[in-house]
Every structure is written in C-alpha cells, then in structure tokens.
C-alpha cells in the first residue's frame, strides 16, 4: 500500500474517535461534587458595604445538586446550586441561586487548603451583578480541626 494511501486510511479511522472522546470529556463529572461535602467556618462581607458577618455551614450532595446551609447571626438559610464550568473550557465552580421576588446567585471558586481540605471563596449579590462591589465569602473545613488535647 502507498504511504499516502495509508495516511489517508489512518485519518479517516480516528475521525469517528474523536467526537466520541469529546462527548466522554463533557461527561466526565468533576471530582468537586465529593471533594466539598462537609462543615467549613465562613466569613463573609455584604455587597456595597465594608459590614462583615461569620458563621457556619455545612456542604451535601442532594442527588444532581448541592446543598448550603448556612448559620449566620443565629439564621439559618438553605440554598441549592450545582457544580459547572466558569467558562467553557475553563475551571470549574460552584453555583448557588436563590431567591424569588430578588434573584441572587453565588459563585465559588475551590481550592484545596494546607491540609488538602476544599477552601472556598465566593462571590455573590443579585443576580446579574449590578454592585458596585459583589458580596464575598470565604469557606475554611472544619474537618481538620480537631480539638487539641492538653
């Protein structure tokens, strides 16, 4: 067989494969799913405003979704969201909306910490951003701090 017919045979062999493998990539669930299940210590700060807050939360995986709960000054909020790219092609993230009347979303970005524990941090405010200055949050597990003996 020629060279050039050969090349001609390979090329067409692997264009079938290479949709199939761009379809198992989209797939591909992301390992943050898992990785931010738990109990962090948050701080946060409004949107358009210096105010700050603390409180806790508690991550869970609800089926195809993620649910927050948050305690903050003795309230407590649940909220859902999903794990998706930022961007196509691009790192991905948690999403939370809630809110009916007032739309609000919040976007998080994951890392890992010292410890290799999910370290969170967010922004968030109305949906579609109109701040100035969105609101922020930062997530830090409760995991690895263990009460330490004397």
């Given at each position: 067989m020629k060279p050039t017919l050969r090349w001609a045979l390979l090329v067409l062999a692997c264009l079938p494969a290479a949709p199939a493998l761009a379809a198992d990539d989209e797939a591909d669930e992301s390992p943050l799913w898992d990785f931010v299940r738990g109990r962090y210590t948050l701080i946060g700060r409004q949107p358009d405003s210096q105010a700050t807050y603390t409180g806790t939360a508690k991550i869970e995986r609800v089926g195809q979704q993620l649910r927050l709960t948050r305690t903050v000054g003795g309230k407590r909020s649940t909220i859902l969201g999903t794990v998706r790219r930022a961007d196509p092609g691009e790192a991905w993230v948690l999403h939370f909306k809630w809110g009916q009347k007032a739309p609000m979303e919040m976007v998080?970005?994951?890392?890992?910490?010292?410890?290799?524990?999910?370290?969170?941090?967010?922004?968030?405010?109305?949906?579609?951003?109109?701040?100035?200055?969105?609101?922020?949050?930062?997530?830090?597990a409760q995991e690895p701090w263990e009460p330490v003996k004397p």
């Open positions: 998080c970005l994951v890392g890992p910490d010292l410890d290799n524990y999910a370290r969170l941090t967010c922004h968030w405010g109305r949906a579609g951003n109109p701040h100035a200055q969105p609101g922020m949050e930062a997530y830090f």
